[in-house]
């Protein structure tokens, strides 16, 4: 299935041809695909949590209230630390804040900084902030490897994810730094990007998306 999924979902345009998944959050995701295929993955994706996993995962911008679990979140962490990186090195630290408060300090400080009216992270339950080396050679791949782990094993626990990206160009601004230093995070590191996670707020309408991205094979 591996192969056809890369060649046929990513190749396909015929909006006619569905294949419908039913994932976590009450959602229903099509892709385009050709109708032998959709009778293949029919039968073999509910036998493949990964993929199915892989195909129904998507930003969620607006979240419940409800806490997630320290249990999940350390399940998350532990995708995070088994993600590739760079030469086997391991230069990373993972900040998990939880606080309320506290996220709300740094979305206002992003705010302030970047000068963007009403931002606010999203109002997520937790953050996780991947943060690496200033000075190491792949510091922001790996750190891309580890949000895209986080962002996998939370879909999987049917929580809502979505990449924040404002803080590498600014993690090194005053009001930005001073939050960063007081939750942890070392003054050699630098952010590249971060995890806002929470439950998906149930009125949230998830429109399906058609992934067009060029393929080409070389045999």
Known sequence: MH???N????????????????????????????????KRVQEELSMNEVMNNILTRRS???FTDTPISREILDDLVQAALHAPRGMGKQTWKFTVVTNKN????LAEAIKTTLNRPGYDLYCPAVIIIPSNLRDSNWGKEDDACALENIFLAA???GVGSVWINQLQNICDTPAIRDILNDFGVPANHVVYGMAALGYPDPDTVIQPKERIGKVAYIE
């Open 60 to 62: 969620i911008r607006k």
């Open 155 to 157: 879909n999987s626990y």
């Open 102 to 105: 506290a996220i709300k300090r």
């Open 7 to 38: 060649r046929d979902i990513m190749s396909a345009r015929k909006p006619e041809n569905c294949l419908q998944i039913s994932g976590k959050r009450r959602m229903l995701i099509t892709i385009a695909a050709p109708a032998a295929y959709i």
């Open 3 to 5: 192969e056809i999924a």
